[in-house]
């Protein structure tokens, strides 16, 4: 019987301008030109760059395309429209986003940042739902593999042992563990994922984006899974 695999971008780049950084020259005049306030804003390295030299995790914060990019690729996979892929994401801040299915991902990369401005502002969207097709949870990951019913994740990571991408999707099946892709451009998990790892795996010898290993595991799913 083919089993659902679940992913999740982990600490992603994805989080609304912190107040630390809400009096800045850069953030304001984003923030202005959009009609909105400073705290109603994505946080966008390519925007914000000089407001971020001094925050925490910089290297690691301020990249909303990568979650546009991967949730475009998931969310329209011949895997997903089947009915065996559930995608969260796990922002770096430490909330999770719950994504429907059917969800449909706005292309234009401008509707996507108003989406996830109204969704983490209002915790849902359409933000009036009683049954939203995205909405946000504060949880630990512990309580997210407990409310999916899974028992680990697997972790996709530069540093861990190479395996071929379907020989890393049968072992989550097996073992009825979820994958786990970093939602961020450079640095490497916290100490608190790598704890909670059940394994490290690589595929290959160089870094990948989210999206291209992101891709790797659903095209291997699909293969597993006779879908192509």
Do not use: C
Not at 77 to 95: A, M, Q, W
Not at 115 to 140: C, F, H, N, W
């Amino acid at each position: 019987m083919k089993k659902i695999i679940h992913i999740i971008l982990l600490e992603s780049a994805i989080e609304l301008v912190p107040r630390e950084l809400w009096s800045h020259p850069a953030v304001i005049k984003n923030a202005r030109k959009r009609g909105k306030k400073p705290g109603e804003t994505l946080l966008d390295t390519s925007l914000h760059y000089h407001a971020m030299k001094k925050l925490k995790d910089r290297e690691k914060r301020g990249r909303p395309d990568i979650i546009h990019v991967s949730l475009l690729e998931a969310l329209e996979s011949p895997l997903n429209k089947e009915g065996f892929l559930r995608i969260y994401v796990h922002t770096y801040n430490g909330d999770i986003i719950f994504i429907k299915p059917e969800t449909r991902i706005p292309r234009n990369y401008n509707r996507f940042i108003g989406l996830m401005e109204q969704l983490l502002i209002a915790g849902k969207t359409p933000p009036d739902s009683t049954d939203p097709l995205l909405y946000v949870k504060t949880m630990r990951l512990e309580d997210l593999f407990e409310e999916i019913s899974i028992n680990g994740l697997i972790l996709l990571r530069e540093k861990g042992d190479r395996r071929k991408p379907i020989d890393i999707v049968r072992e989550a099946i097996n073992k009825n563990y979820a994958l786990g892709i970093g939602g961020f451009p450079h640095g490497d998990f916290s100490n608190e994922i790598l704890r909670i790892s059940k394994a490290e795996y690589s595929i290959y010898r160089k870094p990948l984006t989210a999206w291209t290993t992101l891709s790797r595991m659903i095209s291997a799913t699909e293969t597993l899974y006779g879908i192509l």
